[in-house]
């Protein structure tokens, strides 16, 4: 007893603040009385069941785990909360850098006040006692002292800040909170922050604005949908233009992926719809540098050149939908449309109608074309029932004949545009279909049917100009030479047998992906000249699209040169077509001589490119004509050319 009271003095003397009540009644009274009546509670909160732990700790009191026995001890006792208060004060008195030590005496404070489970929704706990009680203030000075010596261990912290969320001290958290940011490592600070974030949610306003900006410049863009979603539904009012210029920054960070599972496309969406809806909110000057780094999407030729400064200036939300639209290749319409419906919200209809003219002459897909047709068209009945009202009203509002004049030119002028957008339609798909391929052939010849529709035979000739100047013959999607036929039709059709021609002329020296297809276009040239009955011209193009061609340097013999060689350029190898032949020598038969058409045929077994068909053909056609002699030579040539078993058939 004497050794419990031995500890119980020198616990006094060294602090006086650990007897609780016992220093308010010192204070009332001499310093005798305080003494004894201190000594008197401090006796009571020793029984005779902690002897044993008393004696070791007086024994070895520097022994760490004789005082962790001894606070077991008296929780499992369930001993008064004082008692425990007075083992854990002297405990910490000789380990006043202990983790362990601090950490349970402070959740036993803290449950002194506060009662647990905390809400699932909030994370609070219920108070158990009053905010006027004092124990408050007493909890409040157990953590400081803690922190003297413990300031580098984050849960600490994480526990003194939640405790203070609990009481009506905004300012005192928040400076708390930031001592806690300044005390550790940078490494540890997400411990505080996710903390830290609630507190400013729970307070709102210029506050959280504030703490949340500073998270942003530590987390960037991987937090800034929070602070977007803090924005726009946590603080009132609004702040649209800061959402919009920190939804910019995210969105020209290619790396950025968004935490809540949004597409690079559904966040250009809600830019858009936020730019759009709050089209004048967003029109006010913002900082630059929300997430560190410095945005370039500011108007003004300063900001763009002072990137990084973090100047505040309004965001070119222009540029900012422009450079998503030069992102994506397909699915623009709607990025057009909103940079338009932009415009129209800031009461700029003349620039919103010249963003749809400009994206119907961008957009690549039909999808999103008529995406932007089908807005822009709405947004000019729209203006045109507008008018349409004003002016019905106008007599009511006594307007002037002079402004009475100019609404009605304007209405007017207004319904001719509308309809002009209607005929142009046909036109404008065609104009998308031919930016995805421009090597469609179907495409512009459907381009060319639609001129010659409306009778603009001038238009006509301009697109088949343009078509085959755009189109690569080895690229070509369709069949090109019957491009080049209906072309040459196209002035058939009108009496210019000389622009037909020249057309073919021209035709005939393209480098066709196959030889088939120049030799149609030679047929599809004599046909012309059979319909025109110029049977001297029809033979004159096939005696022309027969000719061998001249040998030149680095050229094969012609003996050598294959039908079939992809190397060689057709207009080389067409002298080789069965195809322009065969016409030939029907041609020959038809309007040609005798002569004529055995020379066509002795070119054909010649040039060792004879079917057994020709050979038969050719034997019967000279026997026709009475030269059986000629006729069996034929046959025998067609022998020597052929094996077996087409020479027994020849012999047949």
């Given at each position: 007893m004497a050794q419990a009271e031995a500890i119980a003095v020198s616990s006094l003397d060294d602090s006086t603040h650990l007897a609780g009540s016992a220093a308010a009644t010192a204070a009332a009274t001499d310093a005798s009385s305080a003494r004894t009546a201190a000594l008197a509670e401090l006796f009571s909160l020793i029984s005779e069941d902690d002897f044993v732990y008393e004696q070791e700790c007086v024994r070895n009191p520097y022994h760490l785990k004789n005082w962790t026995f001894y606070l077991e001890h008296k929780a499992n006792s369930r001993d008064s909360y004082r008692g425990l208060v007075f083992i854990y004060e002297r405990a910490l008195q000789l380990f006043p850098g202990s983790y362990k030590l601090w950490k349970a005496y402070l959740d036993l404070r803290v449950s002194h006040v506060l009662q647990a489970p905390p809400d699932e929704t909030t994370g609070m706990l219920k108070r158990k006692r009053a905010l006027s009680d004092p124990e408050w203030q007493e909890v409040n000075g157990t953590f400081e002292r803690s922190l003297v010596l413990c300031n580098k261990f984050p849960m600490v912290w994480k526990l003194y800040c939640h405790f203070l969320m609990h009481q009506p001290r905004p300012t005192l958290t928040r400076h708390t909170f930031d001592r806690a940011l300044k005390a550790l490592p940078i490494t540890q600070h997400y411990i505080i922050w996710e903390l830290y974030l609630k507190f400013a949610e729970r307070c709102g306003g210029e506050t959280a604005v504030r703490i949340y900006r500073r998270y942003l410049r530590l987390e960037g863009a991987d937090a800034a949908e929070d602070f977007v979603d803090l924005l726009l539904n946590k603080v009132e009012p609004p702040r649209y233009a800061e959402a919009a210029r920190v939804m910019a920054a995210v969105l020209e960070d290619p790396k950025f992926v968004s935490r809540k599972g949004k597409t690079v496309f559904q966040l250009w969406t809600d830019f858009c719809e936020l730019v759009c809806d709050h089209a004048d909110e967003v029109d006010a000057p913002t900082s630059d540098s929300l997430l560190g780094t410095s945005s370039l999407n500011t108007k003004g030729s300063n900001a763009r050149a002072g990137g990084g400064v973090g100047l505040v200036e309004v965001l070119d939300v222009d540029k900012v939908i422009r450079s998503g639209i030069a992102r994506f290749t397909d699915q623009v319409g709607r990025l057009w449309n909103a940079l338009a419906r932009w415009r129209v919200a800031r009461g700029e209809f003349d620039r919103a109608a010249d963003v749809y003219e400009?994206?119907?002459?961008?957009?690549?897909?039909?999808?999103?074309?008529?995406?932007?047709?089908?807005?822009?068209?709405?947004?000019?009945?729209?203006?045109?029932?507008?008018?349409?009202?004003?002016?019905?009203?106008?007599?009511?509002?006594?307007?002037?004949?002079?402004?009475?004049?100019?609404?009605?030119?304007?209405?007017?002028?207004?319904?001719?545009?509308?309809?002009?957008?209607?005929?142009?339609?046909?036109?404008?798909?065609?104009?998308?279909?031919?930016?995805?391929?421009?090597?469609?052939?179907?495409?512009?010849?459907?381009?060319?049917?639609?001129?010659?529709?409306?009778?603009?035979?001038?238009?006509?000739?301009?697109?088949?100009?343009?078509?085959?100047?755009?189109?690569?013959?080895?690229?070509?999607?369709?069949?090109?030479?019957?491009?080049?036929?209906?072309?040459?039709?196209?002035?058939?059709?009108?009496?210019?047998?000389?622009?037909?021609?020249?057309?073919?002329?021209?035709?005939?020296?393209?480098?066709?992906?196959?030889?088939?297809?120049?030799?149609?276009?030679?047929?599809?040239?004599?046909?012309?000249?059979?319909?025109?009955?110029?049977?001297?011209?029809?033979?004159?193009?096939?005696?022309?699209?027969?000719?061998?061609?001249?040998?030149?340097?680095?050229?094969?013999?012609?003996?050598?040169?294959?039908?079939?060689?992809?190397?060689?350029?057709?207009?080389?190898?067409?002298?080789?077509?069965?195809?322009?032949?065969?016409?030939?020598?029907?041609?020959?038969?038809?309007?040609?001589?005798?002569?004529?058409?055995?020379?066509?045929?002795?070119?054909?077994?010649?040039?060792?490119?004879?079917?057994?068909?020709?050979?038969?053909?050719?034997?019967?056609?000279?026997?026709?004509?009475?030269?059986?002699?000629?006729?069996?030579?034929?046959?025998?040539?067609?022998?020597?050319?052929?094996?077996?078993?087409?020479?027994?058939?020849?012999?047949?």
């Amino acid at each position: 007893m004497a050794q419990a009271e031995a500890i119980a003095v020198s616990s006094l003397d060294d602090s006086t603040h650990l007897a609780g009540s016992a220093a308010a009644t010192a204070a009332a009274t001499d310093a005798s009385s305080a003494r004894t009546a201190a000594l008197a509670e401090l006796f009571s909160l020793i029984s005779e069941d902690d002897f044993v732990y008393e004696q070791e700790c007086v024994r070895n009191p520097y022994h760490l785990k004789n005082w962790t026995f001894y606070l077991e001890h008296k929780a499992n006792s369930r001993d008064s909360y004082r008692g425990l208060v007075f083992i854990y004060e002297r405990a910490l008195q000789l380990f006043p850098g202990s983790y362990k030590l601090w950490k349970a005496y402070l959740d036993l404070r803290v449950s002194h006040v506060l009662q647990a489970p905390p809400d699932e929704t909030t994370g609070m706990l219920k108070r158990k006692r009053a905010l006027s009680d004092p124990e408050w203030q007493e909890v409040n000075g157990t953590f400081e002292r803690s922190l003297v010596l413990c300031n580098k261990f984050p849960m600490v912290w994480k526990l003194y800040c939640h405790f203070l969320m609990h009481q009506p001290r905004p300012t005192l958290t928040r400076h708390t909170f930031d001592r806690a940011l300044k005390a550790l490592p940078i490494t540890q600070h997400y411990i505080i922050w996710e903390l830290y974030l609630k507190f400013a949610e729970r307070c709102g306003g210029e506050t959280a604005v504030r703490i949340y900006r500073r998270y942003l410049r530590l987390e960037g863009a991987d937090a800034a949908e929070d602070f977007v979603d803090l924005l726009l539904n946590k603080v009132e009012p609004p702040r649209y233009a800061e959402a919009a210029r920190v939804m910019a920054a995210v969105l020209e960070d290619p790396k950025f992926v968004s935490r809540k599972g949004k597409t690079v496309f559904q966040l250009w969406t809600d830019f858009c719809e936020l730019v759009c809806d709050h089209a004048d909110e967003v029109d006010a000057p913002t900082s630059d540098s929300l997430l560190g780094t410095s945005s370039l999407n500011t108007k003004g030729s300063n900001a763009r050149a002072g990137g990084g400064v973090g100047l505040v200036e309004v965001l070119d939300v222009d540029k900012v939908i422009r450079s998503g639209i030069a992102r994506f290749t397909d699915q623009v319409g709607r990025l057009w449309n909103a940079l338009a419906r932009w415009r129209v919200a800031r009461g700029e209809f003349d620039r919103a109608a010249d963003v749809y003219e400009e994206a119907m002459g961008r957009v690549k897909t039909v999808r999103d074309f008529s995406m932007v047709f089908d807005a822009y068209a709405e947004f000019e009945e729209s203006i045109i029932a507008a008018r349409m009202e004003s002016i019905a009203e106008r007599d009511a509002d006594g307007t002037s004949a002079e402004e009475a004049a100019e609404q009605d030119l304007d209405l007017d002028m207004r319904l001719a545009r509308l309809e002009r957008l209607m005929r142009r339609r046909p036109f404008l798909v065609s104009d998308v279909v031919l930016r995805q391929n421009p090597h469609s052939v179907h495409e512009w010849e459907r381009r060319v049917a639609l001129h010659k529709e409306r009778g603009d035979d001038a238009a006509a000739v301009a697109t088949y100009q343009e078509a085959v100047a755009t189109i690569a013959p080895k690229k070509a999607a369709g069949r090109l030479h019957l491009l080049w036929a209906n072309f040459a039709k196209f002035y058939e059709d009108r009496d210019d047998v000389a622009g037909a021609r020249a057309v073919f002329e021209r035709g005939v020296g393209v480098p066709f992906r196959s030889v088939d297809d120049l030799a149609e276009l030679y047929c599809q040239w004599a046909e012309m000249e059979l319909r025109r009955r110029d049977f001297a011209a029809a033979l004159e193009v096939m005696g022309v699209a027969t000719r061998p061609p001249r040998v030149t340097k680095g050229m094969p013999p012609l003996s050598l040169i294959r039908y079939q060689d992809e190397t060689l350029p057709p207009q080389t190898r067409l002298f080789k077509s069965m195809k322009l032949w065969s016409f030939y020598v029907d041609l020959e038969e038809s309007i040609g001589t005798v002569e004529g058409t055995k020379a066509v045929y002795d070119r054909i077994m010649d040039l060792k490119i004879a079917t057994p068909q020709i050979i038969l053909n050719c034997a019967a056609f000279l026997e026709e004509q009475k030269r059986f002699e000629e006729s069996y030579t034929v046959y025998e040539r067609g022998i020597e050319l052929f094996g077996y078993p087409i020479a027994f058939e020849i012999w047949n």
